[in-house]
């Protein structure tokens, strides 16, 4: 009887606005190699697809061979696991349905699933991270867009078409901002960086007060936190209404799911204790009374989240390989 050794590695991928970044990661979550490109240099997807399964075939060739790895998992914004596709995604180049998912495992003859950035990330949470152990929270992803992941007794609640959850697309203000999923007063319009940047340009309209943020050659949500770090009246303003807005949010969510805890990841989410605070107050504020003073609210310490949560995903696939 011929006889088969089980493949103890796989390759988890983050697709960003701005970066890919692919990496080997065995079954103890160590990550073996991992490298990067630039997203935005590939608007044609073809040409992103032709690339990326070059790369990770490269990568997996150099560390191991083809036959140390079993699956490729994919975290990417607008992912759905349901269909492996990414689904008419606001943030990235390739517009309607692209079936990334089938498209790799064509080239690369290797199995194939696709999440979305959130649903990884909240894989990556559960399994390695701050996350561990828990069974009822949410992941909230603060960054270029604001996604969200719902895990609901130990399990991802994916929804009828795997879009359960996203609350950065949920309606706060009633004909408010533009957002790019084509509603207004979403939630992401208000929270995501270029939302924060957008407060900030309003505070500073409102008022001739001086500011560090005026003097500033590029508005970000890093940049106005360095600010609010030197005392700055008006940027603290910035995150105390950014920090209200998405505790509002937050607690229409948690009045109907009751999580145990929200876990932050993605770059907003380091402005730290000036968005933490007045999205506390205004969490508890509007949360059903029930549920006020028992969330906890956690910011992720794991590096590379995406890419582990990746990884997470890989394993749960069917195994396939075209050369078996």
Not at 224 to 247: F, M, N, P, S
Request: aromatic fraction near 8%; hydrophobic fraction near 40%; include cysteine.
């Amino acid at each position: 009887m011929e006889r088969t050794t089980a493949k103890k590695r796989v390759v988890g991928v983050d697709i960003s606005l701005a970066e890919t970044t692919y990496a080997i990661v065995d079954v103890k979550g160590d990550i073996i190699a991992k490298d990067s490109f630039p997203t935005e240099d590939y608007p044609d997807i073809n040409q992103y697809v032709s690339t990326l399964s070059e790369r990770i075939l490269g990568l997996i060739e150099r560390n191991g061979g083809y036959e140390s790895v079993r699956s490729v998992g994919i975290s990417s914004p607008s992912g759905s696991f349901m269909t492996g596709s990414i689904v008419n995604s606001p943030n990235l180049p390739w517009k309607g349905v692209i079936p990334l998912a089938a498209m790799l495992r064509d080239r690369m003859g290797l199995a194939v699933a696709l999440a979305n950035n959130a649903t990884v990330s909240a894989l990556g949470e559960h399994t390695f991270g701050c996350a561990r152990g828990m069974r009822d929270f949410v992941l909230i992803t603060l960054g270029t867009g604001m996604g969200s992941c719902l895990f609901s007794n130990g399990l991802i609640h994916k929804g009828s078409d795997g879009f359960g959850g996203e609350v950065g697309h949920t309606c706060v203000v009633d004909g408010g901002r533009q957002c790019g999923c084509g509603n207004k007063g979403c939630l992401e319009t208000y929270t995501a960086a270029k939302g924060i940047v957008l407060t900030a340009k309003e505070v500073m309209a409102e008022s001739n007060r001086p500011s560090l943020m005026r003097d500033l050659e590029k508005l970000s949500p890093r940049t106005i936190k360095d600010c609010c770090d030197q005392g700055d009246e008006l940027a603290i303003e910035v995150y105390r209404r950014t920090g209200r807005i998405l505790g509002l949010g937050l607690a229409n969510y948690a009045s109907v799911v009751d999580p145990e805890a929200f876990v932050f990841t993605g770059g907003v989410a380091k402005a730290g204790h000036w968005l933490m605070d007045p999205m506390e107050e205004a969490f508890n504020e509007y949360v059903f009374h029930n549920i006020r003073g028992k969330a906890k609210f956690l910011i992720s310490e794991l590096e590379l989240h995406d890419v582990l949560g990746a990884s997470v995903l890989a394993w749960e696939v069917r195994e396939y390989s075209l050369f078996k």
